[in-house]
């Protein structure tokens, strides 16, 4: 399983828990139901990625007061190297 099948995973793992209060395992989830929640998660995760490897320019104004040498690039390349990519092979 890739870095970001387990963030998939564990995202809807999190989206069932938060909507049933804990009163089902996720393991006794049906297949087709725990499959729904992945779809949820990656839909979650898209957006997600999509916004941090774009930053806006408060995103890098931040950064920059943070640490001044990182640019909108590292962050960029930071995101990509990350789980959140899901052509990430890790």
Known sequence: MTGYEKLVEAVA???????SHGSQEWDSVPDFIRQTYRDYATAGLS?????LSNPSSEMIDAANRARPAVTSRTIQAAIEASPLNPNHKA
């Open 13 to 19: 793992q999190a989206i069932h828990a938060s909507r």
């Open 47 to 51: 957006v997600v990625y999509d916004v």
